[in-house]
Every structure is written in structure tokens, then in C-alpha cells.
T-cell receptor, first 117, second 108 residues
Framework: DAGVIQSPRHEVTEMGQEVTLRCKPISGHNSLFWYRQTMMRGLELLIYFNNNVPIDDSGMPEDRFSAKMPNASFSTLKIQPSEPRDSAVYFC???????????????FGAGSRLTVL | AQRVTQPEKLLSVFKGAPVELKCNYSYSGSPELFWYVQYSRQRLQLLLRHISRESIKGFTADLNKGETSFHLKKPFAQEEDSAMYYCALTSSASKIIFGSGTRLSIRP
């Protein structure tokens, strides 16, 4: 398995543009998490899914942010319209959930570095 | 509400000195605690979890429910320990939150 795959690795865009970040979790993992990493706040949980269903989106900063998981192998995080304060590294991570010896252990993607000018 | 607090943004120690990275949590239920590490140019990865009660790369962490702490310790720091360290907590609903992180710098 190639691990958690995120794209794009880097995105530079202008304020007001739509940004879509993509994630492919590890096959067989049934929980998927989106985090935002900044120097000031560290790793903030934005939203997480269990079995493709959003469980908690209370960390999504505002209505400009949305996330979907149409199937077990794909998720997107969309920002529309983007603003300079959205500049950060966005991580996707997946886990087996509460099952087995690897319960609740996260495997992270490489991250998507977003810069909004 | 769940919360994880890492009071130090930066910790700098000399090689061979003891290291303690602090982590305090707030959670009304029975928590699962983890430490994750991010080395330069590498992905975030699990370092250790409290239920395993193991030592990884010389690091240990003991869950203290009385003090609601899960501090990470190593008796003798090595230069390769320089990295960003995050403490994480998992709730019964499998929600996983992180502290703000501590950057550990080991001076030669």
C-alpha cells in the first residue's frame, strides 16, 4: 500500500478562488480525518468520517469550508472562496477506527501546502 | 469538552541531557493518549501510545489520570530526536484531537 495519498502537494492561488484538496486513504481503513496545521495553532481537527459518513464537522472554520467522502477510497476538502488566512498545511489521515490492535492509530498523508495570495 | 495542552512551543536541550515534553488533557471519559512525531521532511507518524506501555527510541510516557497528564520522557537526548512532537487524545467516539505541538531542538 502506498499509504495515504494527498494531492496537490502544493497549491498557490489567489484570494477568492476555489481550492479542492484530495485524499485517498489506506485501503481497509474506515475512518478518515482532515487536519489543518499552522504555527500558531498546531494541528486542528476540521472534520472526520466513519464509514464515509461525516461524524463531527465542528472544527470546520466556516461555511466556506466543505468536505465530502463519496466512497471509501476518496475524500475532498473544498474551500470556496479562499482567503489568505486559509494558508496552511492540510493533512489527511486514516485509521482502522476502533477495530483491532491498530485501533485509533492514524496514518498521515504528506500534506497539501496551501498558499492564498 | 476534549482538550490537549502542550504548554511549550519550543524546548531546547543539550545532547545527553534528559528530556520531558509536557502534555495535559481534559476529557470526562476514559482517554486513549498518543504521541506523534514529525521529523524534518517526513510525515507525521506515531511514536507511542499509552495502552502499549512500551519504550520507543528511548522515549516513554505514563498516563497519570490524577494529574491528567501524559508527559513524554527520555533520559538522554540524542541529536536525531530533534523534531516536532504532538500529543493526541482519542475519545470514545473515535474523535482524535491534537495539542499545539512542541518543537524539540537538541544542541550538540
Amino acid at each position: 500500500d502506498a499509504g495515504v495519498i494527498q494531492s496537490p502537494r502544493h497549491e498557490v492561488t489567489e484570494m477568492g478562488q476555489e481550492v479542492t484538496l484530495r485524499c485517498k486513504p489506506i485501503s481497509g481503513h474506515n475512518s478518515l480525518f482532515w487536519y489543518r496545521q499552522t504555527m500558531m495553532r498546531g494541528l486542528e481537527l476540521l472534520i472526520y468520517f466513519n464509514n464515509n459518513v461525516p461524524i463531527d464537522d465542528s472544527g470546520m472554520p466556516e461555511d466556506r469550508f466543505s468536505a465530502k467522502m463519496p466512497n471509501a477510497s476518496f475524500s475532498t476538502l473544498k474551500i470556496q472562496p479562499s482567503e489568505p488566512r486559509d494558508s496552511a498545511v492540510y493533512f489527511c489521515a486514516s485509521s482502522l477506527g476502533r477495530r483491532g490492535s491498530g485501533a485509533n492509530v492514524l496514518t498521515f498523508g504528506a500534506g497539501s501546502r496551501l498558499t492564498v495570495l | 469538552a476534549q482538550r490537549v495542552t502542550q504548554p511549550e512551543k519550543l524546548l531546547s536541550v543539550f545532547k545527553g541531557a534528559p528530556v520531558e515534553l509536557k502534555c495535559n488533557y481534559s476529557y470526562s471519559g476514559s482517554p486513549e493518549l498518543f504521541w506523534y512525531v514529525q521529523y524534518s521532511r517526513q510525515r507525521l507518524q506515531l511514536l507511542l501510545r499509552h495502552i502499549s506501555r512500551e519504550s520507543i527510541k528511548g522515549f516513554t510516557a505514563d498516563l497519570n489520570k490524577g494529574e491528567t497528564s501524559f508527559h513524554l520522557k527520555k533520559p538522554f537526548a540524542q541529536e536525531e530526536d530533534s523534531a516536532m512532537y504532538y500529543c493526541a487524545l482519542t475519545s470514545s467516539a473515535s474523535k482524535i484531537i491534537f495539542g499545539s505541538g512542541t518543537r524539540l531542538s537538541i544542541r550538540p
